[in-house]
């Protein structure tokens, strides 16, 4: 006899796999009662025992019995109560109830006991033999119940692992198709050909291409097993005694690898890596190569580019190491022609040949800008500008330099924004086109500039998200071949008669929109026409008002002392020699150090003009250990184009003033 259940749900017996003995709940509150009853039926199964209506509840939420023995007359609970909830319960409903009974064999009370949901009666005193055939029969069903239901338990089990076996083998082939499908789509994809060539075909020609041979080189492979010498004609000219003494070759080495350039269908060159190995199979003795051919177009094109962009930069670079040099020998040069013409008088050839060097050397400054504007170092301040007062004061400029033949019509969209931009710098740049428009007509013809809005989704600017504008400056002139487009933005590159151009005006424009966060565009068709376009940024922000310019004169040095330090002698020389004739009292200094040598045994100077790139203490070291001596002292600093990203912190504390030395600017800074 046992009174301990299993959980809910949990199989009874240990986990080898074999069934678990049915159990009957016995549930009488005479203690003698359910240990007699125990005896009778321990050999047909498991017998659970409970004294009272509750305590066999609690039994049936824990485990499954084949048949339930209910004594009727129960303290409590009584029998017909107990069967009335094991009845209402989904889990127990189906459980088989055998009542006991001392009294009351009356029909009437039998038929309240088949209500309650009782199968039969067994009345005390209990007859063992039918008591154990009675309960052997409904333990006999419950067991057969519990074999099917672990039969088609076992059955379904098989079926679903031959179902998931099968699903597993059906994925596997879909992955295995999908993985051939992805590959062959792959392959076709890729600018790449597999292809199979006989050892011994003459001329070259493979029996076997797998990729898309149309896509990539616009002949199929029936075309070419047609055609037997199709690829060898189609070879570069330059490149075919190389890559047929390659092919030569590879019957001796068993494999190449070569590139060259190759004629597609088009009329247009690409470049293919060739290279194969050499396959024997010894099934059948047949000798063949296995190679691919890879169009390696793109990135020969790439590393062009980024040739032809370290070479720009190597030249920006190199312009930048020139300029601060250059710019000291032109400030000595203007500034002792300035010197010459204020203490000499000159008339004639002598005056025309003062005039003719001054020109030369301010040519030479503006070489500089122009080259600096290249490397993208020149100082820029952009503003808000007018697209129409744009228009105005170009065209203001370069009226007297058009010959008649030359017209030129200004159109501005009326929803086009502002340009954010250098005016100045930009309205060189427009010069400049123009006069590369002009020069590219020279039996005359008419230019258009246009301004508008750019279309972002339209042009694919390839720019920062922001508003842009577009300005295209459009002639008639002769065009420029195809292989020199992409030269035309070069420095010192043009198609110009010799002295008649530097080479340096499109570069400097090029650098001029780069430098302001916008994109430059030339489209060009032989005897059709240039197009230039800029890219620029554009802001709803109004133009400022356009200040008087009203001549200002150059104010007296009023005695004033100045410090004036430069590593250059000639700066130095001619400069202070032009500040003491502006009536200020100069000294001079070669380098920081000795500057500041100065300060601390004579602390007199008004005024501290500095170069910024000097040996050992730079300018703005100077300034700030002369300012930190003497806070009052009013210090500026030159600088060649060369130190513009040195300085550019500096300057919303300290004046910059650039070589070659402007003296009307000097003197306004000093005051």
């Known amino acids: ?118 199968v039969d009666y067994v009345f005390k005193p209990v ?94 492979f029936d075309e070419v097993q047609a055609d037997p010498h199709l690829w060898e004609r189609r070879i570069h000219p330059d490149d075919r005694a190389r890559v047929l003494a390659a092919i030569r070759d590879r019957r001796e080495t068993g494999r190449f690898s070569i590139e060259y350039r190759w004629q597609c269908a088009d009329g247009g060159y690409k470049h293919f890596h060739d290279q194969a190995v050499l396959v024997r199979d010894g099934g059948d003795g047949t000798t063949e190569f296995a190679g691919t051919l890879t169009d390696v177009t793109d990135q020969r094109l790439l590393e062009s580019k980024l040739l032809q962009a370290q070479k720009m930069d190597a030249i920006g670079q190199l312009t930048g190491g020139i300029a601060h040099d250059f710019n000291n020998l032109l400030s000595a040069v203007l500034g002792g022609l300035h010197l010459l013409e204020r203490r000499v008088t000159l008339e ?39 697209p129409r007062s744009l228009c105005k004061s170009v065209a203001g400029l370069i009226e007297h330099t058009l010959a008649g033949t030359i017209e030129i019509d200004w159109f501005c969209s009326d929803d086009v924004e502002n340009l954010f931009v250098d005016r100045p710098q930009l309205e060189l740049a427009l010069v400049n086109l123009i006069l590369n428009a002009r020069d590219a007509m020279p039996a005359g ?28 400056v459009r002639d008639q002139g002769e065009g420029i071949p195809g292989d020199i487009v992409d030269r035309i933005t070069e420095p010192f590159f043009t198609t110009k008669e010799s002295g008649k151009g530097t080479g340096l005006g499109l570069s400097m424009v090029t650098g001029f929109v780069q430098q302001s966060g916008g994109k430059l565009r030339i489209e060009s068709e032989p005897g059709a026409g240039t197009t230039v376009e800029l890219i620029l940024p554009a802001t709803s922000q109004p133009a400022p008002a356009e200040a008087a310019k009203a001549a200002q004169p150059s104010p007296a040095g009023s005695n004033k002392a100045v410090l004036l330090v430069d590593d250059d002698v ?102």
Do not use: C, W
Not at 129 to 157: C, H, P, W, Y
Not at 377 to 386: A, C, I, M, N, R
Not at 462 to 471: C, E, F, S, V
């Open 445 to 472: 013809g008419r230019i258009t500039l246009s301004i508008d809005a750019a279309d972002r989704s339209a042009d694919e600017l390839d720019l920062p998200d922001g508003r842009y504008a577009r300005i295209r």
């Open 348 to 386: 004639g050839r002598d005056q025309l040949i003062i005039d003719q060097m001054r020109h030369a050397a301010e040519q030479g400054a503006e070489l500089v800008r122009r080259m600096m504007a290249f490397a993208r170092k020149q100082d820029l301040s952009p503003t808000s500008v007018d």
């Open 127 to 220: 007859d063992p033999l039918i008591l154990k055939s009675k309960v052997g029969v409904f333990v006999d069903l419950f067991n057969m119940r519990m074999q099917v239901e672990e039969t088609s338990r076992a059955e379904q089990e098989l079926r679903d692992a031959n179902f998931k076996v099968e699903l597993e083998r059906l994925q596997v082939t879909r992955e295995l198709q999908d993985t051939r499908e992805r590959e062959a789509a792959i392959i076709q994809s890729l600018p790449m050909l597999l292809y199979l060539e006989p050892l011994a075909a003459e001329p070259r020609r493979p029996d076997f291409i797998s990729g898309d041979m149309a896509a990539m080189t616009g002949f199929g």
């Open 1 to 118: 006899m046992t009174t301990d259940d299993p959980p809910t749900g949990q199989p009874q017996g240990d986990s080898s796999g074999v069934r678990p003995r049915a159990r009957i709940l016995l549930v009488d509150d005479d203690e003698r009662n359910l240990m007699a009853l125990s005896e009778v039926l321990l050999d047909l199964a498991e017998v659970v025992t409970a004294t009272s209506g509750k305590e066999a509840l609690r039994h049936l939420l824990k485990g499954e019995f084949a048949v339930i023995l209910l004594d009727v007359f129960m303290p409590e609970l009584d029998g017909y109560e107990t069967a009335s909830l094991i009845r209402e319960r989904d889990q127990t409903s189906r459980i088989p109830i055998i009542f006991l009974s001392a009294v009351n064999k009356e029909t009437e009370h039998l038929m309240r006991g088949y209500a309650m949901g009782a």
């Open 570 to 671: 000639a700066v130095r020389t001619v400069l202070g020699e032009q500040l003491r004739e502006m009536g200020f009292a100069v000294d001079e200094a070669g380098d920081g150090g000795s500057a500041i040598e100065k300060l601390k045994r004579n602390g007199g100077y008004d005024v501290l003009l500095t170069d910024f790139a000097m040996p050992g203490m730079n300018g703005l070291d100077t300034i700030r250990s002369a300012v930190s001596q003497r806070p009052s002292i009013h210090a500026l600093l030159m600088t060649g184009y060369a130190d513009e990203d040195a300085v550019a912190g500096a300057r919303d504390t300290v004046p910059v003033i650039r070589k070659p030395i402007d003296l009307d600017e000097l003197m306004r800074r000093i005051g």
